[in-house]
């Protein structure tokens, strides 16, 4: 588990520079697919070209890709901005909703856990590798029950703007290690995104779904496996992060993990996101959080953002009602 340290008291005065978010910078690309509008629930949706994407994502290419702290930033900016004169918008209590996850078929591939200095390679957990404004970007991301058996869970900012244009060349490794890709690279075949984040970037609900192609004539969830999901789920549970860390002390090589009780953002309650002790870095953001102390939990948010280098905590979305329509339009693709 991380170690954590005191949450410092100048994180008390918020501003956008202090935000550390995840990933992230601006660039250009095809406008949105919207199949609600903006007060909906369902998801922005966009097709996703793989040619040449896998062949694209070199280990020296996986190994230099940034870990931003620019999206979310602007993202919150320009949350601010679009909701000044505006009231509060909340999400309606939707009802309990959990969904098991799948099995992966059993293998006897061998993975080298020599440079894991904090928790060994899980199947269904990995990087995605993604290009937004021609620059190169890295997060984490889980595979997640679906009738596609083809589904990933991200941040919201891990694959769109917020917003703002989709990115390109993603992909998906599960179960990166050093470079290594011992179930293949997984490219990507459309993105979706909650319309509150796409359209304006809500930090609410930074979460985000990627449905993959097959590979080597097999679908994701049969290779990997995939995690049970659960909505509108009580708050304050107990919970253990995953992530890929690449911004300093951590190098992105490995994954690692946090654990504590989640309770509400204290400075920006309008997010409605909840923190639990953890100083993972960039490059974890997407990451899944599982309720319970282990992998094989329900999962139930993701890795979002933390304030400032130095953050002790890390935040992220209430899965709710809106959040689980986007899931509910990728998973069954």
Request: with cysteine.
């Amino acid at each position: 588990m991380t170690k954590t340290k005191t949450l410092a008291t100048s994180l008390l005065s918020l501003s956008a520079a202090a935000l550390l978010a995840f990933v992230g910078t601006s660039g250009a690309n095809a406008a949105p697919v919207n199949n609600a509008d903006s007060q909906g629930s369902v998801a922005s949706s966009h097709a996703v070209s793989d040619a040449g994407t896998a062949d694209y994502w070199t280990p020296e290419r996986m190994k230099s890709a940034k870990s931003g702290d620019i999206l979310a930033a602007k993202a919150l900016e320009r949350g601010k901005l679009l909701s000044l004169g505006k009231s509060l918008v909340t999400e309606a209590p939707g009802a309990l909703s959990s969904i098991p996850g799948q099995q992966a078929a059993p293998d006897s591939k061998a993975i080298n856990l020599k440079v894991n200095q904090s928790e060994t390679p899980v199947k269904h957990i990995g990087k995605v590798f993604f290009t937004l404004g021609g620059a190169n970007y890295v997060c984490s991301a889980n595979s997640v029950t679906s009738t596609n058996k083809s589904t990933v869970s991200t941040a919201g900012h891990c694959l769109n703007e917020g917003p703002g244009a989709f990115a390109t060349n993603f992909v998906f490794v599960p179960a990166y290690l050093n470079g290594s890709a011992p179930y293949g690279k997984w490219t990507a075949r459309a993105l979706y995104a909650p319309t509150q984040w796409s359209s304006s970037g809500s930090m609410q609900y930074d979460t985000g779904f990627a449905v993959l192609n097959t590979l080597n004539g097999q679908r994701l969830a049969d290779v990997v496996g995939s995690s049970g999901v659960q909505f509108n789920a009580a708050r304050g549970l107990s919970y253990k992060a995953f992530g890929y860390p690449a911004a300093a002390p951590f190098n992105g090589e490995s994954l690692k993990s946090c654990s504590g009780t989640a309770s509400n953002d204290p400075y920006n309650p309008q997010f409605n996101t909840q923190g639990i002790p953890c100083n993972m870095t960039g490059g974890s953001s997407g990451g899944p959080w599982f309720i319970g102390n282990s992998s094989s939990g329900y999962q139930n948010s993701v890795n979002s953002y933390g304030y400032g280098s130095n953050s002790t905590k890390m935040y992220g979305p209430y899965w709710g009602s809106v959040i689980q329509s986007t899931y509910t339009t990728a998973a069954a693709s």
